[in-house]
């Protein structure tokens, strides 16, 4: 689908689609020409706010079918939506809504780390305890840092302290703590 292949694009890159159309071989030419040409400008979910804000709705719903629909294209829209799926680590309410987003920043992996990295620095306890198991799933060494400072932190409330530590322990697995990036 068009969807898929703008995901393909923006994941391996502009340029690695360029040298695909510029390569030697006629074929490697012409697919780099044909995933251009299926994900050309005007597909719904990059025509901004509103249509990711329908895709979080769907991520809301009890029918699986749709909730999976709006969790695959908030997949593939990548980092973009993950400023409009932050607010649902602090939705107390919601706790199968906050899971599918929580899923869902571990499937981006590495594409959302430093946007969940931020949410460490949140005033609300709730926020920073969901960030940091999100980075423990996440495993994205360049969090160890934040983590360290969360799990080291005095004034840190006990639950999220453990799961900071958690989180820690799953991304530096097999390294030595001397390794550890420092607070």
């Keep these: 689908s068009r969807d898929q292949a703008y995901a393909f694009i923006k994941r391996a890159g502009e340029d690695m689609i360029g040298k695909m159309m510029n390569d030697q071989d006629r074929k490697i030419q012409d697919i780099g020409r044909r995933l251009m040409e299926m994900a050309k400008p005007g597909e719904p979910f990059r025509e901004g706010k509103a249509v990711v804000l329908k895709y979080i709705e769907e991520l809301k719903s009890e029918d699986h079918a749709v909730w999976r629909n709006g969790f695959w294209h908030l997949k593939n829209i990548g980092p973009w939506s993950v400023r409009f799926l932050m607010p649902a680590l602090a939705d107390q309410q919601q706790d199968r809504y906050r899971s599918r987003v929580m899923l869902l920043f571990t499937e981006m992996g590495i594409d959302c780390s430093l946007a969940v990295v931020e949410a460490l620095d ?62």
Excluded: H
């Design 122 to 183: 949140s005033k609300n306890p709730f926020v920073r305890q969901n960030a940091a198991i999100c980075l423990g799933n996440i495993k994205d060494e360049r969090a160890i840092a934040a983590l360290r400072r969360v799990s080291e932190d005095a004034n840190e409330p006990a639950e999220v302290k453990k799961f900071a530590n958690e989180a820690l322990l799953k991304i530096i697995r097999g390294k030595d703590s001397a390794q550890w990036k420092k607070a």
